[in-house]
């Protein structure tokens, strides 16, 4: 046992010792064998009732005799036969969480029986799936949160599985939010949701209140590590290291979690020590504990969902930028929280997330100044750096609403018009001159749009024709496996296979997804315009 070792081991025997210090009042009633020996005096009653015997009147009024149970002998009895008495059995935890979701199946503009005639295997096979046009990741991620009729699932023992993986999926999307959303809603009363839940609060916040009902609730630690952290995070330190020699002499911590927790009970192991390697894979609860012993972890190198880490106030504006930068450029930060993130210091220095912080501060006081002499160039510097670190969608959706095309004259009019297009909103003030941007708008609102582009060309058949009628699962059409074949039939237009795309998009017109169709194929035909308006 090295120093560290007996330095915790000596808090546990204090703990003990204060306890067996408490004054006699605070004692327990003297046991039996306590009696005998003389130390106390005698009970006052004592009871000689045996199994069998008629149950005493006093107990009869504390606690109702229950009815006897068909086949089983009453006491005094014998039994008429050998056969067993049914036990009903229950799986504890059983119910289905699979249909579980935050949105219903009519905000997600699907049917409740989207899944049918998909099994589990293919349907958590396609939810793992990721579109690279904004507005089909919209559409995938829908699918993932809806609250419909899961796949089919013979197997009792998959139960729940279909839920957790579509939890596990938002959170490799870096969606903590909504897989939390989605946690809550199915209730933490079991193992495999507290430990998702548990994770989140690492990395989102919240740990005191996840700690508050493991505390209550000890069964449903994760493991040894996260009761530790949580008796330590409630003050609880004595108990903390209790339970981290047991855990340790009993071989159940791996050696680098049990080094994270030494460093993290003990602060003088801590102060001067060599950093410590992190763990391979990393979790949240090692990613908590290298911060809490001084030895943060930059979140660059790591998985998406520890980006969200750094969007708290205790990370400099930098670290903020970056992690919110790398967020919104997968879908999942709010781009008005991206822009709060741009204006909220003076840039530092020059060039990489302090130019476009520098940009984006230029707009915003140029929108302000409601000046078009220079709302366009800060629009078009702004938009070219953005665009070049994959921030297009999120560009679109800060400006849109707020730079009016009308107002501008030249290309930036023309971009503020395509950038308000891609981000769905059509309603603009007045129409525009340029034939092809006429073209774009009747795409993008409902009308009918002329070939002015080859992606237009591919697309205008699609909307001239009726809607087809709705497929239907008893026909033997499975909707889930043409949807998600339609989302990435429509991914192939961004690389220029806009003949494919076309076909996507008229799937999903044939699915009922109007919208979606219209908002897809308005992005596919504004990808090499936008693309080259960045050049």
Sequence with gaps: MDWTDRRLWHVALFLGAALMALPATAQGPLSANDWLRGKGTAPSSSSAWRPGDPVPPD?????????????????????????????????????????????????????????????????????????????????????????????????QARIGEFFTARVDQLIADGALPSARVMLQGAGPDNAQTFRRLFDLSLLLGGEDQTCARMNDAPGIAPDP?????????????????????????????????????????????????????????????????????????PTGDL????????????????AQLEAAERLARAGVLPSDTL??????????????????????????????????????PALTHAFRLLEATGLRDSFASMVAGRVAPETLTGEPQRLALWLQ??????????SPQEPLDQALLALASGGQPEPLSPALGALAPVFASDLPPLPDPDDGIAIAPALYGALADADAGTQGDVTRAARGVQMLRQLGLIADARRIATQVALDPLLKGAAQ
Excluded at 122 to 146: C, F, H, S, Y
Excluded at 303 to 318: M, V
Excluded at 352 to 358: I, L, S
Aim: charged letters at 20%; one cysteine or more.
């Design 339 to 376: 822009q709060q993130l741009y204006g909220a210091q003076s840039p530092a220095a020059s060039g990489g997330v302090w130019e476009r912080a520098a940009a984006m501060q230029a707009l915003d006081g140029a929108i302000a100044t409601d000046d078009p002499a220079r709302i366009g």
């Design 225 to 297: 590590a996260a009761r530790i952290f949580c008796m330590a995070q409630s003050g609880d330190w004595p108990a903390a290291a209790t339970v981290f020699m047991g855990a340790q002499r009993l071989g159940m911590l791996d050696p680098q979690m049990t080094e994270l927790l030494r460093h993290y009970l003990d602060d003088s192991s801590a102060d001067g020590a060599e950093p410590l390697t992190p763990p391979q894979p990393m979790t949240p609860l090692a990613f908590r504990l290298h911060e809490g012993i001084g030895q943060p972890l």
């Design 59 to 155: 107990a009869v009024v504390l606690r109702p005799t229950r009815p006897p149970v068909p086949g089983r002998a009453r006491p005094g009895e014998v039994a008429d036969s050998a056969s067993a008495v049914p036990v009903g059995v229950s799986r504890l935890g059983a119910a289905n969480s699979d249909g579980a979701g935050v949105i219903s199946a009519r905000q997600a503009g699907l049917r409740e029986n989207f899944w049918s005639g998909t099994t589990l295997d293919t349907a958590i096979r396609m939810i793992r799936a990721n579109p690279t046009l904004p507005a089909a990741k919209q559409v995938a991620r829908r699918v993932i949160e809806a609250q419909i009729a899961p796949p089919s699932n013979p197997d």
């Design 303 to 318: 998985d998406l969902k520890y980006a969200w880490a750094d969007l708290d106030e205790r990370a400099g504006w930098k």
């Design 421 to 430: 297009l891609w981000s769905g909103n059509v309603e603009v003030m007045q």
